[in-house]
């Protein structure tokens, strides 16, 4: 079966300092990944998806930015993070395009 | 006009009844239609995909889909307390509406 890693699971981090999520999914490959955040009582607005390794497509640039080194790793950055930053970060992924979608535990992030 | 909107709610119902949530969105050719649910402080999970107009059960949820329209709805028949959550519709698997919170009260 499949099974989606996220870590940490809880972050507090100043403004200004950089950040790294990480995402990995095992028991499946070459898998669409996603990269969302919700702000609080918020829906969720996509970041990034990827359809393979080292394809990034982006939805929101701002200070984010996504990689996928690995077919089952993708990984949020950040250089400078901003106090707007704070959120619930949640990976996911998808067999394909138009396909069901299946979320990681989250990381809840708060920038102080 | 957003691309997917639910009514916010917060929707309340009695321990037994039927829960009625409902999504409309704006891109004409859209092809598939997911419900989450979200408990507090959790991660969604996928409670039904729904691809063609008419009706699609599942225990007891119903996803219903009209394409003419644009909405696509989600019934809770029986609802229990357990079902109290945020239940969020997805289109094209990646746009999501906000959410409707629901509470059934015993």
């Known amino acids: 079966s499949q099974t989606i890693h996220q870590w940490p699971a809880t972050l507090v981090q100043p403004v200004g300092s950089p950040l790294s999520l990480e995402c990995t999914v095992e028991?499946?490959?070459?898998?669409?990944l996603y990269w969302y955040r919700q702000a609080a009582g918020r829906g969720l607005q996509l970041l990034f998806y990827?359809?393979?390794?080292?394809?990034i497509s982006s939805e929101v640039p701002q200070n984010l930015s996504a990689s996928r080194p690995q077919d089952r790793q993708f990984i949020l950055s950040s250089k400078k993070l901003l106090l707007s930053d704070s959120g619930f970060y949640l990976c996911?992924?998808?067999?394909?395009?138009?396909?069901?979608?299946?979320f990681g535990p989250g990381t809840r992030l708060t920038v102080t | 006009q957003k691309e997917v909107e639910q009514n916010s709610g917060p929707l309340s119902v009695p321990e037994g009844a039927i829960a009625s949530l409902n999504c409309t969105y704006s891109?004409?050719?859209?092809?598939?239609f997911f419900w989450y649910r979200q408990y507090s402080g959790k991660s969604p999970e996928l409670i039904m995909s729904i691809y063609s107009n008419g009706d699609k059960e599942d225990g007891r949820f119903t996803a219903q889909l009209n394409k003419a329209s644009q909405y696509v709805s989600l019934l809770i028949r029986d609802s229990q307390p357990s079902d109290s959550a945020t239940y969020l519709c997805?289109?094209?698997?990646?746009?999501f509406g906000a959410g409707t919170r629901l509470t059934v009260k015993p």
């Open positions: 996911a992924w998808s067999t394909g395009t138009g396909a069901e979608q299946y």
């Open positions: 891109d004409r050719g859209s092809q598939s």
């Open positions: 990827s359809v393979g390794i080292g394809q």
């Open positions: 028991g499946t490959s070459n898998p669409n």
């Open positions: 997805a289109v094209k698997e990646m746009r």
